[in-house]
């Protein structure tokens, strides 16, 4: 009889512990907040920061708009590369859009051209620059950022879209002060940008939260099942656009199972995903939450993700990251990230300009948002150098406190 009590007492201690961990994995970054009746009404993220800096991001393009021109001049098979980048996946599946490829490597090409250490010099452009950081700063002090759901309110992220008001000023701002085209495409670039990053921290940290709620149960965290159900609802009504008033409303009169609905949505298409298209395949490991699964790939071990396809091309599942070319999601995603700020100087219409960065993006915009999911695994399993490994090819540096 003692070794079975032995055992159980084992087992205790053991699940003692892990709830333990976990509780402390998710109270060292998320706050709940609580009314005067101890109901949640608010989740918190405290290391999204109320303060605002555009340097690191500028800092961050000069750096790498340095180094990718360096990578010109040094590679004979440049050109080559970052159609292979691009390629890899959609030759063999004959979905190769050649135009937009050729686009895109055209845009790079253009990188020779800029400057971006001369422009800075501008006391125009600094002017710019500054008066934009200052405000989206007094923004950010007026709407708590570090908000990630509000448990009480149906509409309260549908009627803050307080950061895309700030860019307008600022790209009319900039309009009036910088007379040379070349200077006004590249600040416009850095503008537009910042403004994206910014907003997408939000939905990086809740799509962590969504891996806490999916994985642990509500009371470890102090909450109960109602409460966390609201969060999911307040989640996804956060990513309802300004012009869809027909699903704020919706959101609005099934507040309750509104999220939870929207969340197990997700997951069975994710299944559905992974069951078309497992015949890719060698073999499948493990299912890691809604977004992400383990699988062996034309012999690489990678990982999965379920909810975004590869890219505009290709409409099979995205690898998030590769353990046999760990480098290779980041390098492609900075390829992209700078190709947008060539493809302003390329001398096509703007229709076309429009089409090829949405081409650009689609390889890894939605993509990098939903690996917030990922990141919470790695954090609940303690793999610091696979959060490294994915902060890294985010390519957000607003992403500091992570």
């Known amino acids: 009889m003692r070794l079975p009590m032995i055992g159980l007492v084992l087992t205790s201690i053991i699940m003692s512990v892990s709830s333990f961990a976990t509780n402390q994995n998710f109270n060292k970054r998320f706050q709940v907040v609580r009314n005067d009746d101890g109901k949640v009404v608010e989740i918190r993220d405290a290391s999204l920061s109320r303060t605002f800096s555009i340097w690191p991001y500028v800092e961050y393009i000069t750096e790498a708009l340095e180094a990718e021109k360096d990578l010109m001049a040094q590679k004979g098979d440049y050109d080559y590369e970052v159609e292979s980048l691009l390629t890899e996946n959609a030759m063999e599946m004959g979905l190769v859009n050649s135009e937009e490829v050729e686009k895109t490597i055209l845009a790079m090409k253009q990188l020779q051209n800029i400057d971006l ?8 452009v600094n002017e710019v620059i500054n008066g934009f950081e200052k405000r989206i700063t007094e923004v950010l002090a007026a709407f ?18 307080v950061t895309y008001q700030v860019l307008v000023w600022a790209l009319d701002f900039a309009r009036k002060k910088l007379s040379s085209i070349p200077v006004l495409n590249t600040v416009a670039y850095i503008l537009k940008e910042s403004e994206k990053l910014i907003a997408n921290r939000r939905v990086y940290h ?14 470890e965290i102090g909450m109960t099942n109602s409460e966390v159900d609201l969060a999911y609802s307040s989640i996804y009504e956060s990513r309802i656009p300004w012009f869809a008033i027909w699903e704020s409303k919706a959101a609005k009169a099934d507040w309750e199972k509104y ?13 559905t995903v992974l069951r078309n298209n497992k015949f890719r395949y060698t073999s499948t490991g493990e299912r890691i939450n809604y977004a992400f ?32 070319a760990p480098k290779k999601v980041k390098r492609l995603r900075t390829i992209l ?46 793999n610091d150098f696979m959060k490294s490994e994915l902060v890294e090819q985010m390519v957000n540096p607003f992403e500091t406190e992570l």
């Open 117 to 124: 250490k001369a422009m800075l010099q501008d006391p125009a």
């Open 144 to 161: 708590n950022p570090t908000v990630v759901a509000r448990l009480d309110n149906p509409v309260f992220f549908y009627q803050r879209n």
């Open 206 to 219: 809740q799509n962590m939260l969504l891996h806490y709620f999916e994985r642990i149960d509500a009371k």
């Open 259 to 271: 999220g939870v609905n929207k969340f197990f949505g997700e997951f069975r298409a994710g299944s």
């Open 293 to 324: 699964q383990e699988a062996v790939y034309k012999d690489e071990s990678v990982i999965v993700n379920l909810v975004n396809k590869e890219s505009m091309l290709n409409s099979m599942p995205a690898i998030s990251y590769s353990y046999d």
């Open 337 to 382: 990230q700078l190709g947008q700020l060539g493809i302003s100087f390329v001398p096509v219409s703007a229709t076309i300009k429009d089409m090829v960065t949405k081409f650009m993006k689609s390889y890894y915009e939605e993509q990098s948002l939903t690996e917030g999911a990922l990141y919470a695994h790695f954090d609940l399993v303690g």
